[in-house]
T-cell receptor, first 116, second 111 residues
């Protein structure tokens, strides 16, 4: 089956620093990737939709200048959390939509971000 | 907002069938019913999806009522590793739509 990877799987950073999270589709091409955030004991919430070669679309309440998304190729999207603060600590999950067919989506394993 | 309602939590004895219900009374004709699960600190895992016919794969069975307003996910022989949060999602199966996750059902498989 289609595989989506995320790197790193977990990261600890200091407040005020920036962190980059990568999402890769390993065996298929994805024109669209989605970024979700999940706080403890809560469900996944969509943050943004990223289309290859164009600007990401952010959900209401998500600061585009804080969460920078780049989708430069059909297999890679990156999420950069700029000037991270402790309230940004969360589980970040990406999914990639396969080109062709029914456009099924496959989820990555998630990245645990802890800001100290 | 999620278009489905699920019980908050359920328990199931190991080795028994786990039946997880989902109500989706406002489902549209072109929307599929998807089931995913999330084991603690992992990404969502696809289980099964269907439109109107019952579906079965190596993981589970999906039973959709004739009016499509509800469905049941069946894990035929639950194991401890099936303990997870199970999400029922309705979605058009084509380009464009993301998945909207509700709170899901926390299934605990007990020894």
């Amino acid at each position: 089956g289609a595989v989506v990877s995320q790197h790193p799987s977990w990261v600890i950073c200091k407040s005020g620093t920036s962190v980059k999270i990568e999402c890769r589709s390993l065996d298929f091409q994805a024109t669209t990737m989605f970024w979700y955030r999940q706080f403890p004991k809560q469900s996944l919430m969509l943050m943004a939709t990223s289309n290859e070669g164009s600007k990401a679309t952010y959900e209401q309440g998500v600061e585009k200048d804080k969460f920078l998304i780049n989708h430069a190729s059909l297999t890679l999207s990156t999420l950069t959390v700029t000037s991270a603060h402790p309230e940004d600590s969360s589980f970040y999950i990406c999914s990639a939509r396969e080109v062709g067919g029914l456009g099924e989506q496959y989820f990555g394993p998630g990245t645990r971000l802890t800001v100290t | 907002d999620a278009k489905t309602t699920q019980p908050t939590s359920m328990d199931c004895a190991e080795g028994r069938a786990a039946n997880l219900p989902c109500n989706h009374s406002t489902i549209s004709g072109n929307e599929y019913v998807y089931w995913y699960r999330q084991i603690h600190s992992q990404g969502p895992q696809y289980i099964i999806h269907g439109l109107k016919n019952n579906e079965t794969n190596e993981m589970a069975s999906l039973i959709i009522t004739e009016d499509r307003k509800s469905s049941t996910l069946i894990l035929p022989h639950a194991t401890l590793r099936d303990t997870a949060v199970y999400y029922c999602i309705v979605r058009v199966a084509n380009y464009g739509q993301n998945f909207v996750f509700g709170p899901g059902t926390r299934l605990s498989v007990l020894p």
